[in-house]
């Protein structure tokens, strides 16, 4: 099975940026589309963007667009997420998500999820 390890969450301050990543394990890594998902406490997962296993397309929550941009290098098995002109609406834990099929931005269709990275925005 695909397991995923994020890195890159932290404390930052508003305006300023960060980039996750997330590592997969496996060499059927470039067939799964892939997304990025987060949690507030008290809050159910929210989706936040997702790309195919080609790279070639991807889509946003409306909450990030213009901000935040995923991309994937296949070769390394890995995701990531820039994130720029955060704000403390940003602050969640950061889960990053695959699935064999179309990507998507329900976390129902995704069935491999990682540990998690904390993302603290402060103002």
């Known amino acids: 099975q695909v397991q995923l390890v994020e890195s890159g969450g932290g404390l930052v301050q508003a305006g300023g940026s960060l980039r996750l990543s997330c590592a997969a394990s496996?060499?059927?890594?470039?067939?799964?589309?892939m997304g990025w998902f987060r949690q507030a406490p008290g809050k159910e997962r929210e989706f936040v963007a997702t790309?195919?296993?080609?790279?070639?397309?991807?889509y946003y929550a409306d909450s990030v667009k213009g901000r935040f941009t995923i991309s994937r290098d296949n070769a390394k098995n890995t995701v990531y997420l820039q994130m720029n002109s955060l704000k403390p609406g940003d602050t969640a834990v950061y889960y990053c998500?695959?699935?064999?099929?179309?990507?998507?931005?329900?976390?129902?269709?995704?069935?491999?999820w990682g540990q998690g990275t904390q993302v603290t925005v402060s103002s």
């Open positions: 998500a695959a699935r064999e099929g179309s990507y998507s931005d329900s976390r129902l269709n995704y069935n491999y």
């Open positions: 790309i195919n296993w080609s790279g070639g397309r991807t």
């Open positions: 496996g060499r059927t890594f470039s067939s799964y589309a």
